[in-house]
């Protein structure tokens, strides 16, 4: 069943009104989700109309509806892509085996502890990026960053009904957990750091959304291959919703280069910030700022915690059932760099054992593939700047490399030595002033800040200049 059922308070395409406990125990929830949303949701603009799209069907293509609405009237529902027909597990010690339905009570806590992780993230970051639209670029960028936002919203929804729907009482709890807890609060805090720091300017926006949300998306992938049916299907739906946040992301980070690649040019000596922009070398640092940050995501180098959900068939590798043949690994190694006794060797550690450190080899080449076309626009503007990214040891606060000290191509230096030239490829304090200062809304249709260009087109057929958001 793919069509969504619009008639019901929630709307959703699970047969919500036939259950009628679950049905009842989400609607005490969901006044509770909205009173968040007041709270916590984009300040200043629950009133104004905004151009969104909301899912009508969770069809491939052509899935969504456009139209103005209030975000807080946006109708957030429970939708899951369509059941494949005897779907069978497709990796681990159940390989084979059909498809669950319910959660195997041995699984229960695994299960339960990463749907709760994976779903803390989605209300955090809009809590994140709450005071955002003050500084919007552009109506069209406001937004989109309106759309990210709902659409979290959505996510949040989507694991609460796997919380619900599958964890009873446990799961409740947590539910409720994930609406009491606050990004950045010092007593209830999100539960992954990344999580807990504003995101208070546009540029680390689109870093957000260029870099985080791709972490998300292969989570999400790895999740969507996973054994528990009901996890896989809403992961495959979130997937679709997720690939215009990282649009959003890759395309913002372009259109900065772009303008920066012109102003670069037409100024005297060559820097794009002469001209009120933001230089080639300080959107670099940004990137090296946040592409560790999101390695770190990706959990340990060697880890026995993704060894055993694979080996239980939970969480797969991206395109598992496409990509790969060998689905048991057991016996397979794979070579890592590791630093041991201080210097960089080789070392073969068991591939199960491997499994998020091949989940972040898929990332970082999706992020090669947009630094590549970043490349291509300084390329156009006839600039010889090339972004490119940092070694995977460089500036980790997780994993093997993080008790020592690499420089920018992941060669071991002293902490001495990391403290004098950090400043060399992070931003600095002032910097990043200076990229705030930079962030003075345009809210004119069709106008964009200087420090931005113009995307290439519009959203849903429209033009730039159509008025995305409106005030009531
Ligand atoms: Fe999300
Ligand atoms: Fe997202």
Known sequence: MSGIDYTQRIPNNVGLGGDVRLQRALEKWQPSFLSWWHDMGPDGFQAHNVYLRTAVST???GWANFGHVKMPEYRWGIFLADAVPDRRIAFGEFAGAPAWQEVPGELRAMLRRMIVVQADTEPASVEQQRRLAHSAPSLYDMRNLFQVNVEEGRHLW???????AFFGRDGRDEADELLARRSGDADKPRILDAFNEPCDEWLSFFCFTMFTDRDGKYQLAALAESGFDPLARTCRFMLTEEAH???VGETGIDRVVARSAELTRASRNGRASE???IDLELIQKYIDYWFPYCLDLFGGEISSNAADMFAAGVKGRYQE??????????????ALTVFEDGRLQTRDVPARNALNE????EYRDDCQRAVDKWNKTTQAEGLRFRFSLPSNRFFRRQGIYADHCFDREGNPITRGEWERRAIDWLPSEAERAYVRSLMLPVTLPGKMANWIGAPRKGINGKNIDYTYVRTA
Do not use: I, Q
């Open 158 to 164: 989507a694991m609460v009904y796997l919380l619900h």
């Open 275 to 277: 001209l009120g922009g």
């Open 59 to 61: 069809e491939p293509g």
């Open 245 to 247: 946040h990282l649009f």
């Open 358 to 361: 091949v989940l972040r080899g």
């Open 321 to 334: 059932e496409r990509k790969y043949t060998n689905h048991s690994l057991l016996g397979e190694t794979m």
